[in-house]
């Protein structure tokens, strides 16, 4: 099969610890092992999320300047993940180059007016006073803001081409890393991050994958999610209004639904939510799975 799989941010950053380039390293090597005998099998394009990353990276910049933009900081993201991906997969005996990927935005899009993506770490009400940006409450407990910037859907994928051609060469690449380097329609960088989940959707219809996968930290989607009632939601069809009774989270699972849905409605190939810790599993449909007809 042809698929695109999309890693989130925490899974090559473990939230909990100390955010060093070991740390990063020890995470994405304990995500090799899981990928290897999927990027053996199946014909894969990687992609990943780096919120945690460049959150990092602007944090550092308010400590010591100058300032650089933000399509910079994603492409620096794009490269450092996508090496580390491409140096723990070698060690696994799989080759699978990172390419190093723009993707076209409108410039005069609305997300600019309103930032909605989250990056970097969750911070008390204390530690983002006097802090350049806008931040907003996303979580619980004494630490529940994050900062947001601008996230403008994706047009086009500038490096499709040699995209394919890679695809068509060996079996596996990196490709639209943190979402991509957002640019304008005629080159120029734009500050923003682009939601990963909707390139990776953008890149599986443009190179008419059979499956894409979402992987986050949990195995389904779920209805009413952290209460008692708590229940997985294991299937979607998408051509029945499926968000109507679903509660999702803003800065969380929305996005993946979302792409999952736009995905299966221009293709009518399924998109499936699930768990890095059981993807084999998931791409024989352990997770949530949208369909468009079920």
């Known amino acids: 099969m042809r698929l695109v799989i999309a890693l989130g941010g925490n899974a090559l950053l ?38 945690p990353q460049v959150g990092n990276l602007m944090r550092q910049q308010e400590q010591a300047p100058p300032k650089r933009p933000l399509d910079v900081l994603v492409a620096e993201t794009q490269a450092q993940i996508g090496y580390m991906l491409t140096q723990a997969l070698e060690r696994q005996d799989v080759t699978a180059p990172t390419t190093l990927t723009r993707v076209v ?52 994928i500038r490096e499709l081409p040699q995209i394919r051609d890679q695809l068509g060469q060996r079996d596996s690449t990196i490709a639209c890393g943190g979402g991509g380097i957002p640019i304008t329609p005629a080159g120029d960088g734009v500050e923003a991050v682009i ?50 009774s679903i509660d999702l989270g803003e ?33 024989e449909g352990k997770g949530t799975v949208f369909e468009a007809d079920h």
């Not at 990027?39 to 990943?48: A, F, M, P, Y």
């Not at 969380?252 to 409605?265: D, G, H, L, Y």
């Open 195 to 244: 939601d990963k989940d909707a390139s990776s959707a953008l890149l599986a219809r443009e190179i008419e994958a059979d499956k894409l996968i979402l992987l986050t930290d949990v195995p389904y989607i779920y209805r009413d999610y952290g209460t008692d009632r708590q229940e997985p939601i294991e299937h979607v069809d998408v051509t029945a209004n499926p968000f109507d």
């Open 105 to 156: 935005v409108d410039p005069a899009s609305d997300a600019f007016d309103t930032p909605t993506k989250p990056v970097g770490p969750f911070l008390s009400a204390a530690q983002i006073e006097d802090r350049p940006g806008t931040y907003r409450e996303l979580g619980d407990g004494a630490t529940p803001y994050r900062r947001v910037v601008p996230s403008p859907a994706p047009q086009r």
């Open 14 to 51: 473990d939230p909990e610890q100390p955010q060093t380039i070991a740390n990063q390293q020890e995470q994405i090597n304990t995500v090799a092992p899981a990928l290897a005998p999927i990027l053996e099998e199946h014909d894969v394009i990687l992609t990943h999320g780096n919120g």
């Open 251 to 283: 800065g969380s699972m929305k996005p993946k639904a979302e792409a999952a849905k736009r995905f299966t409605e221009e293709t009518g190939n399924e998109a499936i939510i699930g768990s890095l810790d059981n993807l084999e599993n998931v791409i």
